[in-house]
């Protein structure tokens, strides 16, 4: 676009008669003081690409941010109309005729939820047992296996790796019916084991992601570590582990983030009330209470508690998470 | 004489290599067997997890898909295992492609499976034009990002913010922009959740491509990062402008990145649920939360026979969906391989 347009002034600005009329004189002075023209000059061309540079990236970045900042606005509208209808905030708060909160969306959807048999409370633990106790855990057996597959040399390894790579290709959804009929065999679909124990074994893409990393470690340190007498497990927890942690924390967040927001898994594989995660109280309050008027904005409210924790974890590490996922791209 | 000393003495030299290297050798076969037996215990939660949850997963899948077990069939799922559907094990394969009729014999149009099939089939393939516009997008913030200007960071993580946000609060909040009487249907005069079945598709691709455009904007700024920058130089001393610069230096630099994204999406794409699911429901309907065939993606189907209780069907279906994403796989791998070549 901005090279188009270079052109364009180009061509309109840098006649090479001497004798110029007044309008193409005027254009030249007018082009100069972008830089184009006949007064050319680089660094004020750079200033102004820079310029239109920073008004695209600015305006892209506003449509990513504008819906949240709606969001957050819109759970302090006073009912369903006057939410649908703010662009930078309510016309009409919720402060206005319920007796003074700010914050009365928040408190109303909690109301609500424990009138559909949800205890806001238990649905967040339900919420962090699914993204901790498989994460934690996952980490550590996936970084085990990426330990294994990297620095150690046993018979039958590349069978298992590509035994591992192969489970990739395996669509989730082509297989999620027959894990919820085990599951339910098995009577995990009333406890909540069907969201923790299958995340517990380790993810592939984790494991591969740190043994890549792995690679990049010095193998003498392990050398040094066996002539000193230590034995593998020593070495994996007190060397690996701690030297592969940046790789570790990085996947860790992004499993975390990946539980926390997950709806497929939990919408076939948690059957019992009690034991929901947020996702499904989010989505099952939006068609109960959802076209409510007075309760719309209390679901937004909801919807604004389930994404702000994810949110906050982003901000405090975007630096690894956006380093990590730009490392997987230059890799391929 | 003389040759059967030599042969005596190197029988003696063996002998006595044997003798005297044995303890060495026990050693060196010792910690080989403990690297072995330690590398197998370190992978062997990653090969269980991998059998029980995937590759066990899909055997028994493929299996179910033969039998007619269903939530209503009153046995196990076990039990259910041992009785393979009467019409034969392909049952479900030939039912699914063959169009139904209603009692009088009309063909039923849209309701029939054969017709269910294909039409979310479809869909799910008209979820994916938001691919192409989302990478032309990414690149163009790419190419801009890739200019050396402050902040270029700052956006990184602005763009990526959807991302890696809940896609049920999304929907919730789609439901309100979107829906009627919402701002962007005031904005543009046009009903979108509300309207008709492409609006509400267009919607779908708008929420699809505003939240994956993050992660390839990302992928693609890394990719630029490995353009080799004294080819850009070198064009630039031979008089190219910047337009030639990007199609001849960066472009072919940036492929392989493009074209991975590309077949992440697409694979990524065929499997799209939650987005239409959480704004129109399901199909088919399970209850008063029920959508339109129209809208409904394949993988949306699969969940409609489940909620159904319909276990076999719906396996059969996965099973149709893993063939398919297979083959594009294969594909994938075959332009990768003329590429290179």
Redesign the interface.
């Known amino acids: 676009m901005?090279?188009v347009f270079?052109?364009n002034v180009k061509a309109e600005s840098a006649p090479e008669e001497p004798k110029r009329n007044p309008i193409a004189k005027g254009l030249d002075t007018f082009a100069g003081w972008f830089g184009f023209g006949s007064k050319s000059s680089k660094t004020r061309r750079k200033v102004f690409?820079?310029v239109i540079?920073?008004i695209?990236?600015a305006f892209?970045?506003f449509?990513?941010?504008y819906?949240?900042w709606?969001?957050i606005a819109?759970s302090f509208a006073r009912n369903r109309?006057s939410?649908?209808?703010?662009?930078w905030w309510p016309s009409a708060l919720a402060t206005e005729n319920r007796g003074g909160s700010f914050f009365y969306h928040y408190s109303n959807i909690m109301r609500i939820m424990s009138n559909n048999g949800f205890n806001y409370w238990r649905v967040v633990l339900n919420t962090v047992i699914y993204s901790i106790v498989p994460v934690v855990i996952g980490l550590i057996?996936?970084t085990?296996?990426a330990?294994?597959?990297a620095k150690?040399?046993?018979?039958g390894?590349n069978i298992?790796f590509f035994?591992?790579l192969a489970?990739i290709?395996?669509?989730?959804?082509?297989?999620?019916?027959?894990?919820?009929?085990?599951y339910s065999?098995l009577n995990w679909t009333q406890n909540g084991l069907s969201m923790i124990i299958?995340g517990?074994?380790?993810a592939?893409m984790t494991?591969f992601f740190i043994r890549q990393f792995l690679y990049g470690l010095p193998t003498s340190i392990i050398e040094a570590a066996k002539i000193d007498g230590a034995g593998?497990?020593r070495i994996?927890w007190g060397f690996i582990m701690p030297l592969a942690m940046p790789a570790v924390m990085a996947q860790g967040i992004l499993s975390f983030?990946g539980c926390?927001?997950n709806?497929?898994g939990p919408?076939?594989f948690v059957r019992n009330n009690d034991w929901y995660p947020?996702?499904?109280v989010?989505?099952q309050m939006?068609?109960e209470a959802?076209e409510d008027t007075n309760n719309?904005p209390s679901?937004?409210a909801?919807?604004?508690l389930?994404?702000l924790p994810?949110?906050v974890l982003?901000a405090i590490f975007?630096k690894t998470?956006?380093g990590s996922?730009?490392?997987?791209?230059?890799k391929? | 004489m003389e040759e059967q000393s030599v042969a005596q003495e190197q029988a003696g030299v063996q002998v006595a290599e044997e003798i005297l290297f044995q303890p060495k050798k026990k050693r060196i076969n010792r910690a080989v067997l403990?690297?072995?037996?330690?590398?197998?215990f370190?992978?062997c939660?990653?090969?269980?997890?991998?059998t029980?949850?995937?590759?066990f997963?899909?055997v028994?899948?493929v299996w179910?898909s033969f039998t007619s077990?269903s939530s209503s069939s009153g046995t196990?799922?076990?039990e259910a295992l041992g009785n393979i559907h009467s019409d034969g094990w392909y049952h479900w394969y030939q039912y699914m492609f063959s169009p139904e009729y209603s009692a009088d014999g009309t063909l039923l149009t849209g309701t029939g499976i054969n017709q269910r099939f294909w039409t979310t089939l479809l869909n799910s393939v008209i979820y994916m034009i938001g691919i192409p516009i989302g990478m032309a997008?990414s690149l163009f913030?790419a190419v801009?990002?890739s200019?050396d200007?402050k902040g270029a960071?700052v956006?990184?993580?602005?763009?990526?913010?959807?991302t890696?946000?809940?896609?049920?609060?999304?929907?919730?909040?789609w439901?309100?922009?979107f829906?009627d009487?919402?701002?962007i249907v005031?904005l543009f005069g046009t009903r979108f959740i509300g309207g008709s079945t492409w609006m509400q598709k267009i919607t779908v691709v708008i929420m699809t491509t505003?939240k994956g455009?993050?992660?390839s904007v990302?992928?693609?700024?890394?990719?630029m990062?490995?353009v080799n920058a004294s080819y850009h130089e070198a064009a630039e001393i031979d008089g190219a402008?910047?337009?030639q610069i990007f199609w001849r230096i960066t472009m072919p630099q940036l492929w392989?990145?493009i074209f991975?994204c590309i077949v992440t999406s697409v694979?990524g794409g065929?499997?799209i649920?939650?987005e239409p699911q959480?704004l129109y429901?399901n199909y088919p309907s399970q209850g008063?939360?029920s959508a339109s065939v129209d809208v409904t993606p394949f993988?949306g189907l699969?969940?409609g026979y489940?909620g159904l209780g319909n276990?076999a069907l719906?396996?059969a279906l996965?099973?149709v969906?893993?063939i398919i994403?297979?083959v594009l796989?294969l594909i994938q791998f075959a332009l990768d391989k003329r590429r290179d070549s």
């Open positions: 901005t090279e270079n052109q690409y820079d540079t920073y695209i990236l892209f970045a449509i990513m941010i819906p949240f709606w969001m819109a109309a939410m649908l209808t703010t662009v057996t996936s085990m296996a330990f294994a597959f150690l040399n046993f018979k390894k298992v035994y591992c489970a290709m395996v669509p989730g959804p082509s297989i999620m019916i027959a894990q919820f009929c085990v065999e299958p517990m074994f380790g592939i494991a593998y497990w994996f983030i926390w927001n709806y497929l919408l076939l947020l996702a499904l989010v989505s939006n068609t959802g719309a679901v937004m909801l919807a604004v389930a994404l994810v949110l982003f975007q998470i956006i996922i730009m490392l997987t791209g230059s391929e | 403990m690297e072995n037996l330690w590398g197998w370190f992978v939660f990653l090969v269980i997890g991998t029980a949850f995937i590759y997963a899909f028994l899948s179910m077990y196990s799922l076990w997008i913030l801009l990002m200019r200007i960071g956006f990184r993580v602005i763009y990526y913010i959807p890696v946000s809940s896609v049920v609060s999304i929907a919730v909040l439901n309100n922009l829906g009487s919402g701002i005031e505003w455009l993050g992660g990302l992928l693609l700024c890394a990719g990062n490995g402008n910047a337009w392989p990145t991975y694979i065929m499997q649920f939650a959480l429901g008063a939360n993988v699969i969940y489940y276990y719906s396996s996965g099973i969906l893993a994403i297979f796989t």
